[in-house]
């Protein structure tokens, strides 16, 4: 069945770098566009960025362009994103998810990591 | 802020219907699909309705998707204690080139 799986959450000082990893199987991996979504504790679904099935094309909020970088491995079915110089307001529960249909949809989900950035 | 904007809280009884909404502007929801998702505590989101109005494989059809002009709207019927959740609307804005999300509604079934 289908599944996605991040890792690579932790804390980490304000400055410092993380990289996240997502684990995809269950389905053609090369075939879809994939995305990171993040959830501050207590608030609500951020969009941070997307990338397209081929990696051609990368999209990111704007309050972490220059900041974090998406990227992806068909040859591992694997998603990343890079996020450097790292800030309090970083903090939170870093969904992959895959994305769907005409739009922006976003059908499975990992289960979610959790990164905290605190001195 | 969010660039979509859903009430922070909605409520009624079990059985009876209730209507979430998300507004928009012309570079996101008047342009765009729109999708929900259901989250319950401690739980990854779950869509309910892409493309507007499509529900995924295993959706109950008490679950319902429109969108007119800038807004859209989920529909829940024949309420159950467990729909009790967070829902959010979402869709891509093509001015900022940048998935959105609604700042989320917390259904309550009294």
């Known amino acids: 069945q289908m599944q996605l799986v991040e890792s690579g959450g932790g804390v980490v000082q304000p400055g410092r770098s993380l990289r996240l990893s997502c684990a995809a199987s269950g389905f053609t991996f090369s075939s879809y566009g994939m995305h990171w979504v993040r959830q501050a504790p207590g608030k609500g679904l951020e969009w941070v960025a997307v990338?397209?099935?081929?990696?051609?094309?990368?999209y990111y909020v704007e309050s972490v362009k220059g900041r974090f970088t998406i990227s992806r491995d068909n040859s591992k079915n694997t998603l990343y994103l890079q996020m450097d110089s790292l800030r309090p307001e970083d903090t939170a529960v870093y969904y992959c998810a895959r994305h769907v249909g005409g739009g922006s949809s976003w059908d499975y989900w990992g289960q979610g990591t959790l990164v905290t950035v605190s001195s | 802020q969010s660039a979509l904007t859903q009430p922070p809280s909605v409520s009624a009884a079990p059985g009876q219907k209730v209507t979430i909404s998300c507004s928009g502007s012309?570079?996101?929801?008047?342009?765009?699909?729109v999708s929900w998702y259901q989250q319950l505590p401690g739980t990854a989101p779950k869509l309910l309705i892409y493309?507007?109005?499509k529900r995924p494989s295993g959706i109950p059809d008490r679950f319902s998707g429109s969108k007119s002009g800038t807004s859209a709207t989920l529909g829940i019927t024949g309420l159950q204690t467990g729909d009790e959740a967070d829902y959010y609307c979402?869709?891509?804005?093509?001015?900022?080139?940048?998935?959105?999300f609604g700042g989320g509604t917390k259904l309550t079934v009294l």
């Open positions: 979402g869709t891509w804005d093509s001015r900022l080139s940048a998935g959105r």
């Open positions: 012309s570079s996101n929801i008047e342009n765009d699909y």
């Open positions: 493309d507007n109005n």
């Open positions: 990338i397209w099935p081929d990696g051609s094309k990368k």
